[in-house]
Every structure is written in C-alpha cells, then in structure tokens.
C-alpha cells in the first residue's frame, strides 16, 4: 500500500521514467554549477553546503537544485537563460510531487532555491512563482518546528538549518516590501536566536555578510510593517528604525565596509550589494516615515542614498558582474531611481547629474532582463517617466508648502542624522556634498539647491511603479 498521499510505486516509477526526473548531467557540469553557486550566491543564500555534495550518495533532489541555481546564474549566450534552467525546474517539480525524497531538510533547502525562480510579473498568478515556493518552504519548517529554538539541539545540523530559517525570513521581507504582500513569517512568532559565524560550515568574511544581511531584513520588517497604515505607528518607533540604521552602518565589521581605515575602497561584491541593500532601507523608510520623523524633512537622505546606490552598481557593471545580481534588485534598481526622477523634476539645473545616475541604473536594468524579465517593465515605466514634462503631484503649490512648512531654515534634514547614516569619503558619490556642504564646496554647488521638503513628495512616483510594475504584461 503506497502512503497516503502517494503514487503507487508502479505509477511513481513511470511518472520518473517518463519525464526522466533522475537524470542528472555529468559530474564535471555539476560541479561547475555547485562552483557558480557558491562563489556568487551563497552571501544571500548559504542553505546548502559543500558537504552536501560530498556524501556518498547526495541527494539528487538537491543536485537538481544546484543544477538549477547554477544554470541561472550563467552568462547569457545565444539563449535565453531560462530555456537552460527549466529543464532542471521541471524535473525539481516532479521529484518533489511525486515525493521521491523523503528527507525533509533536503526538500527544504530545495524550496529555499526555488524561491528565486522568478520569470513572470507579479500581477499573474501562478504557482511556478517564487512566492508560491517562499509559502510552501515557509509551511514545510513551520511543520518542522524550525521557528523555535527548542528545536535546534535535536538536530544534526542546527548550524545549517538556523541558517535556512534566516534565509526564509530574509526572503519573506523582501517579498513584503517589494510587492506589499502579507509576510509568512513574523519575527514575534519566532524565538530563533541570531546567527552566529559557528552556523556555518566556514566562518569567513562571506558568513559575516549573510549575518549582517539578516540584521538588516530585520529592520525592513520594521519598516514594511506599517506601510499600509502608517497614521499608526508612533515617533517613537520611527526614531528606532533609524537609530537601528545608524548603529548598523557605525558597528559594521571592518572587513565588510567600502573603505578600510585609510579611506581606500576595497571592493568586494557581496559587500556592495550588502551595501545598496542598506540604502535601499533609507529610501523606503523616508519614503513611508519622512514625515512623522521630521516634519519638514526634505528629499535629501533618499538622495543621497540613491546616488550611493548608483555608484556601487556601476562598480558592479565596470567588474562585469550584474550577471550575478539576483531578482531582489529588480526591486532595489527601481528604488534608486524614484529619488533621481522626483529631484530631476524639481531641481532643473541638476538634470545632467540626475540623468547620469539614471543611466547607470538603467544600464543595470537591461543587463538584469536577459534573465529576469519583470525588469522589462521598471525600465518601461523610468522611460517614460524621464520623458514625461512633468506630473500633477511633482510640483505643490509655494503656498501649500509655506502653510505646512514652518522656515526655510528647517528644511534640512538633521546633519547629524545625515552624517551618521552615510560614514563615507566625500568621493563616494557626487551627492556627498548634500550630507556636508562643506564636501561639495566650490566642486558641485549642491549644498546651495537642498530642495524644500513637500509632503509625500516621492508619493506619485511609487505609485506609478507600483501600477506599473504589478499590472503591465511583460514589454520587449
């Protein structure tokens, strides 16, 4: 009697021969694939291990993965990636239906992969979607109790699987953030402990990235949890996300910040992209909060952090590595531009600076569509909104702003402030000169054009993504 639930073994043997869901390519590709893998995904992915392959007999379900994750992270040649890459999804499907592995934590960590099998825009439904896979790894661990601590003694590798569990709740926030989904996971109801570099099979500088990664998903929840209702959450809690924002980016580990103690830039692109994470929280949280932190906040922090974002992805592109940028800058890239376009509107005499930053994330954007298509439809909506003479909601009115804005000796968004979320060079970015005049002084010009603060005013341009980018069917 087969088990509840599944094929009789006949049926099961047939359905593997037909679709040939055993099949694996030679040993030399999967170690090239497993070799893509862990040089270029696992910073934001370490779920599974090179001890994994090494057994003796490793699961087939998890080299299917690596196959999978591996393919998609190759360079586009004369196809399109995911004609590569679905062969091993379709086959990743089937063992895992067909329930041909019957270790939980290696379908897990086979979910954990799936989630960024991602080539539809988010307005299909579909199950064939990496927030479909998210759910499904999501229930599979609350089942298996991984969501409490008291689970983790028992297990024989609780390094690894605590760090699946970060993985999940990392993935969950971006999935919350960028779309406005519900969450899966929430921190209340979970009682992990933070990792630690003994979570992971090798504590280098890669496991310290992840570890900060996660700290920073944990403040993104904080953010994204009142989006939707923000009249409810208190200055009180506004003052903490940024606080914990500050002492991030102040207690950073030396090998993981952009420049060492003399000021020189040590590149690494784990670290970039930890980095325009980071901004990517700065620009969401003023965009949501801007106003109950300070009142008369202007533009400039978003802007800065834009320009910091556009810096770091043209090193990425200069070392030609946006191949390797994962679906989650899709949603960052278009975060970046929201402050270019609402200051190119408002500040004319700033359009070059503006569109040369633009350029930049618009550069990555094309580079990303070749293997993630819903960047098609970001570049569509930055077309058309760099070309558009203007918008209703991009320039209020000189006398609303005077009724809700009491100087224009307050305009500025606290240096202090400023100066503590962005520790860098004055030669990070051209828009340095914003968080100290004093940088820009007799060089750029901008510390005379800080440009009055007006309320909600990045408002229309998230909108207009937002309509964009979950309602448009793919574009080219």
């Not at 099979?201 to 992840?210: G, K, P």
């Not at 996660?214 to 996300?241: G, H, P, Y």
């Not at 556009?310 to 800058?329: G, V």
């Not at 005049?437 to 408002?459: I, L, Q, W, Y």
Request: aromatic content about 10%; charged content about 20%; hydrophobic content about 40%.
């Amino acid at each position: 009697m087969p088990k509840a639930g599944s094929f009789p073994e006949h049926v099961h043997n047939e359905i593997l021969r037909v679709t040939d869901a055993t099949s694996l390519p030679p040993p030399s590709k999967i170690q090239v694939f497993a070799d893509t893998y862990f040089k270029h995904l696992y910073h934001i992915a370490p779920v599974i291990d090179r001890a994994d392959l090494l057994v003796e007999e490793p699961s087939i379900l998890l080299l299917q993965a690596i196959c999978l994750i591996g393919s998609q992270l190759r360079y586009p040649r004369d196809q399109f990636p995911t004609l590569l890459s679905e062969p091993y999804y379709l086959k990743i499907k089937t063992l895992i239906y067909a329930k041909h592995e019957h270790d939980n934590l290696a379908i897990l960590k086979t979910l954990c992969i799936l989630c960024f099998w991602i080539i539809t825009p988010p307005v299909v439904v579909s199950l064939d979607s990496s927030y479909h896979w998210l759910g499904v790894a999501v229930r599979l661990a609350y089942q298996m109790g991984l969501h409490r601590e008291s689970s983790y003694p028992k297990l024989s590798n609780p390094g690894a699987t605590r760090r699946i569990m970060w993985f999940l709740f990392a993935a969950d926030k971006l999935q919350a953030a960028a779309f406005g989904r519900p969450a899966f996971l929430m921190s209340q109801n979970m009682d992990l402990r933070p990792l630690g570099l003994g979570d992971f099979e090798s504590a280098d500088t890669t496991a310290e990235v992840f570890i900060e990664y996660t700290r920073l998903n944990m403040f993104l929840e904080k953010i994204v949890e009142f989006q939707d209702r923000k009249a409810e959450i208190s200055l009180e809690q506004v003052t903490c996300i940024i606080s914990s924002l500050e002492q991030w980016i102040a207690n950073l580990p030396n090998n993981l910040r952009l420049y060492d103690q003399s000021g020189r830039r040590n590149y690494r692109r784990d670290t970039s992209e930890m980095h325009i994470h980071y901004f990517t929280c700065i620009i969401l949280f003023v965009h949501l909060y801007g106003q109950v932190t300070h009142p008369s906040m202007t533009p400039t922090p978003s802007l800065v952090a834009s320009s910091c974002m556009a810096r770091l992805y043209e090193e990425i592109d200069d070392r030609d590595e946006t191949n390797y940028l994962t679906p989650s800058h899709n949603w960052s890239l278009m975060v970046g531009c929201i402050p270019q376009i609402h200051r190119d509107k408002l500040v004319p005499e700033e359009h070059d600076l503006c569109n040369t930053e633009l350029d930049t994330f618009v550069t990555a954007l094309r580079c990303m569509r070749l293997k993630w298509p819903p960047a098609n439809n970001i570049l569509t909506t930055v077309d058309r909104l760099r070309t558009a003479e203007s918008h209703p909601r991009a320039h209020p009115s000189v006398e609303g702003q005077q009724n809700i804005y009491p100087s224009p000796t307050s305009y500025e968004f606290a240096t202090p402030i400023l100066t503590s979320l962005f520790p860098f060079p004055k030669d990070m970015c051209p828009r340095m000169a914003l968080v100290n005049p004093d940088f820009g002084e007799g060089r750029t010009g901008m510390e005379s054009v800080a440009a009055p603060a007006t309320e909600g005013f990045m408002d229309w341009i998230f909108d207009e993504f937002n309509l964009d980018y979950l309602n448009m069917p793919f574009v080219g």
